[in-house]
């Protein structure tokens, strides 16, 4: 999460049957993903990739979103929700929960990845209808339920669907994908396709820990530079609410938010999101390299020195859900 495009496995003459992954049990990420991985995985590798240090990358050009599409990924990407699903104790806030029950509302989840956050709530919701869409096809392919579709769509190019089509769209984490302007673009998309008295909702966490330590000043200062250079506006949180104020067809907006501790001591979520972090300063040890100047083995240690550091400073990020009604 390139436009790729994925060559079809071939069919099984036993109709499969449909991916139903259980809501109500929480369940470990690393014992789950291949409930996930499993069913996404089918791609033609061709020009449409970019492979950079064994990673594979989209390629599609007027996409800011660098992070990989690749099995790594993916297992992150699920612990990443698992990690949200757990500190905000729900899949959603917004008050969606009797129009979806009763059925025959129609939801759009954009930058759905491997579809975690869909297939939930499609199984929570089985009388209403989830699309879900992503700029890569990395989402289930077959053993979809009857009310799940997805498809392979880039929001900087426009959404496919007629205005008015939705009760419900959500979007989230893709504070690493849009400018100041695509985020403006994307937004007045959203809003153009959701019905009257239909509720937006966009989830995002702060990229910058607070209260954290020099070792993880160094790395994030070298993660937020990068996406300097890729022209990505990553204070969106700070300017969320001003944004969807200066949209006239909104109305009600609100924001919550959530103080996300992080590191062992923090327990076995704030575990997790060290972990999470981990993955992302390993991602891009190539290109971090120059810029905090060590070199390859002194990085690896650096993010040993970085776990360790978690446990003396405490930091912590804030998560902020916003929400928003189509007038």
């Not at 970019?50 to 800011?64: C, D, L, P, Q």
């Not at 009310?147 to 979007?171: A, C, K, Q, R, W």
């Not at 001591?265 to 999470?276: E, K, S, V």
Request: proline share 5%; aromatic share 12%.
């Amino acid at each position: 999460m390139g436009n790729c495009f994925c060559k079809q496995k071939s069919k099984s003459k036993r109709k499969p049957k449909p991916y139903r992954m259980p809501t109500s049990t929480i369940g470990s990420p690393i014992s789950d993903t291949h409930l996930i991985i499993g069913d996404i995985l089918d791609y033609r590798s061709n020009d449409e990739y970019r492979f950079i240090n064994g990673r594979k990358f989209h390629n599609v050009e007027n996409s800011k979103y660098f992070l990989p599409c690749d099995d790594e990924e993916f297992d992150r990407l699920y612990s990443q929700h698992y990690i949200c699903r757990n500190i905000w104790q729900q899949n959603y806030i917004a008050p969606v929960k009797e129009r979806l029950s009763f059925g025959a509302s129609h939801v759009l989840d954009v930058g759905c990845g491997p579809g975690t956050w869909l297939i939930e709530m499609a199984n929570e919701f089985p009388k209403s209808h989830f699309t879900g869409i992503d700029i890569t096809p990395v989402f289930p392919r077959e053993n979809k339920s009857d009310n799940t579709d997805f498809m392979e769509i880039n929001i900087l190019e426009g959404l496919p669907f007629e205005d008015y089509s939705f009760d419900y769209v959500h979007m989230r984490f893709l504070i690493t994908a849009f400018s100041e302007s695509d985020w403006k673009f994307a937004i007045n998309e959203l809003v153009r396709v959701t019905k009257v008295g239909g509720i937006i909702e966009i989830v995002e966490d702060e990229i910058e820990p607070r209260n954290d330590g020099p070792i993880s000043r160094l790395l994030f200062d070298a993660f937020l530079s990068d996406l300097t250079s890729r022209n990505i506006d990553f204070n969106i949180c700070s300017r969320m609410i001003d944004l969807l104020n200066g949209i006239e067809r909104l109305t009600d907006i609100k924001k919550e938010e959530m103080s996300i501790p992080f590191g062992k001591w923090a327990g076995r979520i704030g575990t997790l999101l060290a972990n999470n972090n981990a993955k992302l300063f390993r991602t891009f040890k190539t290109r971090f390299l120059s810029t905090i100047g060590v070199e390859d083995d002194e990085y690896d240690k650096l993010i040993e020195a970085w776990y360790e550091e978690l446990n003396e400073y405490k930091p912590y990020n804030v998560g902020y859900r916003f929400l928003a009604t189509k007038k």
